[in-house]
């Protein structure tokens, strides 16, 4: 380890956060940008997409247990009586 270099896990954290951004970024975001970003600039951005992402699979997992709910409810059938009697064909 260098002085002053980063040790291998900061490293480490710094490139999957890059590439976090890059990636969930959907285009807007060069890795080359992103790696120049001001420090506190790129955990912001990061926080903001990670904040995104959270509501979003909130948003979808609702939306599943509410689907999951109405496909549990039984179907009832309407109250209806003809006062009609058909034939069927024998």
Do not use: C
């Amino acid at each position: 380890m260098a002085f002053f270099g980063l040790n291998s896990d900061y490293r480490s954290a710094v490139f999957s956060q890059i590439h976090q951004i890059v990636f969930h970024g959907n285009g807007g975001y060069t890795w080359s940008d992103v790696y120049h970003m001001p420090i506190w600039l790129r955990k912001f951005t990061f926080q903001e997409i990670r904040d995104f992402y959270d509501k979003k699979n909130e948003a979808e997992e609702k939306a599943m247990k509410k689907a999951k709910g109405m496909q549990k409810a039984k179907i009832h059938k309407p109250d209806i009586n003809p006062s009609y009697k058909t034939k069927t064909s024998k």
